[in-house]
């Protein structure tokens, strides 16, 4: 079968790769038919390291997928040939303490299928337990299905931020967990949502995607304007979707006191400056975020129900051979991309 590998830092190449095998007990084969490209894949593409991970070239990256299911094992009975799935790409234990007490997302043994403990998705076939398939309707799109993954991911986000109606919300960073991210705040019930970036293309389509205010932080302090907008007080709910010194500096001074922060963006460097007497004089409660929990049928049902118009942020769509160009495009902020979407 074929296969997207990075192969060095911004460099992509399609290469043939055993098939997988066939499906044992309680596991099934799906032919992958799209996936996202997400920020942590782009940052192995970039750096050759995310989160302090550093890449195995060759390696396939890529973990926001949707398929369908061409081999079905023994003692799999909740799905069959044809379904279509989303895969949830880590695979938990499920016996460890942190497991058994609703928190998969820290699993001691979790295996995730990013090209490090498991190939990532960027290939046309995979074999993966049958408990990280999540059928989807016949109907629902494979960018919609491709969505499933991040939308999660937010969901998950605004459990530890713990938002409530009527707050205000302020988002650092207008990229593809920034832009839904204002999608989602809204959703939850946010009465004011900022979200401030640098790219005019993306700050109008977090406007589409529901911000009340777009800041460009080239012109503008987001700070500034998140406390005009709320009389001085600070927002209630920070996210903090960059993960740079900038943000995190602009995400503290958002903040009212009391407020909370939750990091997503994944910072480059492992000591990344912080802006802490800002924090202890507004009593901040910090949380740094690891991927979902548990929170994929969640995010399904957002999706079927029609809440979030995932072509809004899958914006460009490229092939299998052309995977590298969407990761070049990703990476240099070019022809207006918010998100790229690989079909297979």
């Given at each position: 079968?074929?296969?997207?590998?990075?192969?060095?830092?911004?460099?992509?190449?399609?290469?043939?790769?055993?098939?997988?095998?066939?499906?044992?007990?309680?596991?099934?084969?799906?032919?992958?038919?799209?996936?996202?490209?997400?920020?942590?894949?782009?940052?192995?593409?970039?750096?050759?390291?995310?989160?302090?991970?550093?890449?195995?070239?060759?390696?396939?990256?890529?973990?926001?997928?949707?398929?369908?299911?061409?081999?079905?094992?023994?003692?799999?009975?909740?799905?069959?040939?044809?379904?279509?799935?989303?895969?949830?790409?880590?695979?938990?234990?499920?016996?460890?303490?942190?497991?058994?007490?609703?928190?998969?997302?820290?699993?001691?043994?979790?295996?995730?299928?990013?090209?490090?403990?498991?190939?990532?998705?960027?290939?046309?076939?995979?074999?993966?337990?049958?408990?990280?398939?999540?059928?989807?309707?016949?109907?629902?799109?494979?960018?919609?299905?491709?969505?499933?993954?991040?939308?999660?991911?937010?969901?998950?986000?605004?459990?530890?931020?713990?938002?409530?109606?009527?707050?205000?919300?302020?988002?650092?960073?207008?990229?593809?967990?920034?832009?839904?991210?204002?999608?989602?705040?809204?959703?939850?019930?946010?009465?004011?949502?900022?979200?401030?970036?640098?790219?005019?293309?993306?700050?109008?389509?977090?406007?589409?995607?529901?911000?009340?205010?777009?800041?460009?932080?080239?012109?503008?302090?987001?700070?500034?304007?998140?406390?005009?907008?709320?009389?001085?007080?600070?927002?209630?709910?920070?996210?903090?979707?960059?993960?740079?010194?900038?943000?995190?500096?602009?995400?503290?001074?958002?903040?009212?006191?009391?407020?909370?922060?939750?990091v997503i963006g994944i910072p480059s460097e492992a000591d990344?400056?912080?802006?802490?007497?800002?924090?202890?004089?507004?009593?901040?409660?910090?949380?740094?975020?690891?991927?979902?929990?548990?929170?994929?049928?969640?995010?399904?049902?957002?999706?079927?129900?029609?809440?979030?118009?995932?072509?809004?942020?899958?914006?460009?769509?490229?092939?299998?051979?052309?995977?590298?160009?969407?990761?070049?495009?990703?990476?240099?902020?070019?022809?207006?991309?918010?998100?790229?979407?690989?079909?297979?």
């Open positions: 079968m074929q296969a997207l590998q990075l192969v060095a830092p911004r460099e992509m190449e399609l290469h043939t790769v055993p098939d997988p095998p066939e499906p044992g007990p309680g596991e099934v084969s799906v032919r992958i038919r799209a996936c996202g490209v997400c920020g942590s894949d782009m940052h192995f593409y970039l750096e050759g390291c995310s989160a302090g991970t550093p890449a195995r070239f060759p390696m396939v990256v890529g973990h926001e997928p949707a398929g369908e299911v061409v081999a079905v094992g023994p003692g799999v009975e909740s799905l069959a040939v044809g379904d279509k799935v989303a895969v949830e790409p880590a695979v938990t234990c499920g016996r460890c303490e942190y497991c058994k007490a609703g928190k998969r997302n820290l699993c001691v043994r979790v295996q995730f299928m990013i090209g490090i403990q498991l190939p990532g998705l960027l290939l046309e076939y995979a074999t993966i337990p049958a408990t990280n398939a999540l059928k989807i309707p016949q109907t629902m799109s494979w960018a919609e299905a491709a969505m499933i993954e991040p939308v999660a991911i937010l969901l998950h986000a605004l459990e530890l931020a713990e938002l409530k109606p009527g707050e205000t919300v302020a988002i650092m960073g207008a990229g593809p967990i920034g832009i839904l991210g204002c999608a989602m705040a809204k959703l939850a019930g946010a009465s004011v949502v900022v979200c401030g970036d640098m790219l005019p293309h993306r700050l109008e389509r977090a406007r589409e995607m529901g911000a009340d205010l777009a800041v460009d932080v080239s012109k503008q302090p987001i700070w500034e304007a998140v406390k005009d907008l709320t009389r001085n007080q600070g927002a209630d709910v920070v996210i903090d979707a960059a993960g740079k010194p900038a943000s995190f500096n602009a995400a503290v001074r958002s903040l009212r006191p009391g407020g909370r922060i939750v990344t400056p912080f802006p802490f007497w800002q924090a202890l004089h507004a009593e901040a409660t910090i949380k740094v975020q690891k991927r979902s929990n548990g929170n994929d049928h969640e995010a399904l049902e957002v999706i079927k129900a029609g809440k979030l118009d995932a072509e809004k942020i899958m914006s460009h769509r490229f092939s299998l051979a052309d995977g590298g160009k969407a990761f070049a495009t990703m990476g240099a902020y070019s022809d207006g991309v918010i998100k790229p979407l690989i079909e297979i």
